[in-house]
């Protein structure tokens, strides 16, 4: 790899670089101040009649749920864009929502979890809706191995960007099996994770919520985003590096 | 310090590829064996390192250690070059160096005498196939063992490296060391030449000094 | 550094950095003990019953499907090769190998017990005790599975042979494995017994397996 491809490759990055790093200061200030006034609407929300305060993790919980799916979406865009549009930036996208979507998964899993202990009793129930988002946190991770496991970022990036197109089209799949496997085994549990109908008193805070996670995951995005940009570079020196001939 | 093989015979892959060689090299000496692809250069070199059974003949080690079998007092430079992509240049070095046992010398000059210090912290996937070929001989730099096996010990090297190749080898051969090189190329050194194949093994008795600096 | 250590130390460091590291091993793991519940059904009661049996099961499978490439990567770079004419015995080599796989996969399995016991509702002293069997008894997997991992090398092929192969060896660590955890938690069986016979079966390993995964590599490198 000469100089000049090297430089042709990072000067759209460059300009990324430049516009996020005037952009994201402002980006976690508006997170941070989301964040803390939907916190607070939370805490200040009434207690349900049924649960007591514990419903009260469905703000936390709910918009996370939300989001590990929302993520995956993102993905997909970012794959279409590898294979189809051949965008430069699509797969550093790809590659960088993937944790950040697994890691709101697993915190939809562990709210979940929390949320359910008083009415089950246990740490975990097989139901449709939490077994789904356990199966969406599996392949997240396997599909954070699939990176890990190729060592050139764009031949990654491929094989990445069509396991998110498969696991795209197969997650409705997946959801409705799930559900039609629960249905046969159990009947219906009187808990329901949604919650009946919606309180106003509640739809506010979880709205603000999750505006609020929502910008959480841009700025961690374009954050991520910045620091596999950077990573790459490090790789091409380390690359020119190896290449030169020694003194 | 002499070794020496009568009558070698081997089987490979269900043929044989090997049918009664005899040679002969001593301390200080250096055997080159050529020979067409497929005639059995590489076979002859993993019988000598012990890879290869003898299904003939025998293969004999004067003066060597006594505790040690002949394995343990060579050094094997293969078609592949024994390194890990996921670690460290430096790091591969120092795990052969602790691994293979002998006598052992600084890693870091060695690699600096092979000319890859440059790259001594950086993944070993980075290093172009020359450079890999540098390492291998940066191996056998930094553990000393007496008998050296080669196995087309210049291919992938530039004519920088062939020049270090020789003088390494010459090295190594004025301290006493044996070397047992197949190869179709010039060394680059002097040495008795054992040929394979071509209707009988031949050991032609000139000191045949190829020209220098031959493309690889 | 002593050789042993040398080798150890390699092995660990190519184990964490390459692809997904040790924890490619878990995630195995965590898929394998999440698709039982979609075979038996989401009865809970059911799952607590069954969990040391299907953690074992799991754990089983991890460990022995990733011993696959333990020889064969050394290899095809040529190591193989090299490590053979160390002045180290190619046995204490095997063992060197068998112990750096063990800490890099097994050691993440047992510490993953606890999470997917979780998932299984067992409460913590199900799951000490299945991760104590399990502690003592993936050695013994990993120390026979080598035999298969250099089988590999022979037969220049790796995947389903190599697991029936080696599979049917592993089913006395599996059987006294779950025995002894089932012993823990409910059984009128004492723990004792089949912990101790878990014990013997991994110390036999040590010593079987590394010799006969040698003997087995001389055969592959020509």
């Not at chain 2, 020049?163 to 002097?190: K, M």
Request: glycine share 10%.
């Amino acid at each position: 790899m000469t100089l000049t491809t090297t430089l042709t490759d990072l000067a759209n990055p460059t300009r990324f670089l430049s516009l996020t790093a005037r952009v994201l200061p402002w980006l976690t200030a508006t997170t941070a101040i989301l964040l803390a006034i939907g916190l607070y609407q939370s805490a200040m929300a009434p207690d349900d009649y049924q649960q007591g305060a514990t419903v009260k993790i469905m703000f936390i919980h709910v918009p996370n749920a939300w989001l590990s799916m929302f993520v995956w979406g993102v993905m997909s865009v970012a794959a279409f864009g590898t294979l189809v549009w051949r965008h430069p930036l699509a797969d550093v996208a790809a590659k960088a929502a993937a944790p950040i979507g697994a890691a709101f998964t697993f915190l939809a899993l562990v709210t979940g979890s929390l949320w359910g202990r008083p009415m089950w009793g246990t740490y975990w129930e097989w139901d449709a809706r939490l077994t789904s988002v356990l199966i969406l946190f599996l392949m997240y991770l396997g599909l954070m191995a699939l990176w890990r496991a190729v060592e050139d970022p764009s031949r990654a990036a491929r094989a990445a960007a069509v396991l998110t197109l498969v696991g795209a089209i197969n997650l409705p799949i997946i959801k409705f099996s799930v559900d039609w496997w629960n249905t046969l085994h159990q009947p219906a549990s009187v808990f329901r994770m949604g919650g009946s109908t919606l309180d106003r008193a509640f739809l506010l805070p979880l709205l603000v919520m999750a505006v609020a996670f929502s910008l959480l995951f841009v700025t961690l995005h374009l954050a991520a985003m910045r620091n596999e940009i950077l990573r790459r570079r490090v790789r091409s020196l380390q690359m020119m590096q190896a290449s030169r001939q020694a003194a | 310090m002499q070794l020496s093989g009568r009558g070698v015979r081997c089987v490979r892959g269900g043929r044989e590829v090997l049918s009664g060689l005899d040679f002969t090299v001593s301390s200080g000496e250096a055997l080159a064996v050529t020979g067409a692809n497929g005639s059995g250069k590489t076979s002859l070199l993993r019988t000598i390192a012990g890879h290869l059974a003898l299904t003939g003949g025998s293969i004999d080690l004067e003066g060597g250690e006594q505790e040690l079998t002949l394995a343990e007092q060579a050094h094997y430079l293969g078609h592949r070059d024994a390194m890990k992509p996921a670690l460290s240049v430096l790091e591969n070095l120092s795990f052969w160096r602790d691994f293979l046992g002998g006598e052992i010398s600084d890693a870091g000059q060695s690699l600096k005498l092979v000319g890859i210090e440059h790259a001594a912290l950086l993944p070993a996937a980075y290093l172009s196939a020359g450079q890999r070929r540098r390492l291998s001989i940066a191996r056998l730099l930094t553990v000393r063992r007496p008998i050296w096996l080669l196995d087309e010990p210049t291919s992938a090297l530039d004519s920088d490296g062939q020049t270090l190749f020789a003088n390494v080898t010459r090295d190594h051969l004025a301290r006493g060391g044996i070397v047992v090189a197949a190869t179709h190329a010039p060394l680059g050194i002097e040495a008795k030449q054992l040929r394979i194949g071509d209707g009988g093994p031949l050991v032609a008795a000139l000191n045949s000094k190829p020209s220098r600096g031959g493309a690889a | 550094m002593t050789a042993l250590a040398a080798l150890i130390r390699r092995d660990i460091q190519i184990a964490l950095r390459v692809g997904g590291g040790a924890l490619i091993g878990v995630l195995f793991f965590l898929t394998v003990v999440v698709l039982m519940p979609f075979a038996i059904g989401p009865d809970l009661a059911l799952l607590t019953r069954l969990g040391p049996a299907i953690l074992w099961l799991g754990a089983l499978l991890a460990s022995l499907l990733t011993l696959d490439r333990l020889f064969m990567a050394d290899h095809d770079d040529g190591s193989l090769d090299l490590i053979a004419m160390s002045r180290t015995p190619l046995e204490l080599s095997c063992a060197a190998k068998a112990l750096a796989h063990w800490i890099a996969a097994g050691l993440p399995l047992i510490v993953a017990t606890p999470v997917l016991g979780l998932l299984l509702n067992l409460d913590a002293g199900s799951t000490l005790a299945v991760a104590l069997t399990l502690l003592v008894g993936t050695p013994a997997l990993t120390f026979t599975g080598i035999i298969g991992a250099s089988l590999a090398v022979t037969l220049h092929r790796g995947g389903l042979l190599l697991a029936v192969l080696v599979l049917p060896l592993s089913i006395p660590v599996l059987i006294f494995g779950v025995a002894a955890s089932e012993a823990a938690i409910s059984g009128p069986v004492s723990f004792g017994t089949p912990f101790s016979i878990l014990a013997a079966l991994s110390l036999v390993s040590f010593v079987v397996g590394p010799f006969a995964a040698a003997a087995s590599l001389r055969q592959g490198l020509d």
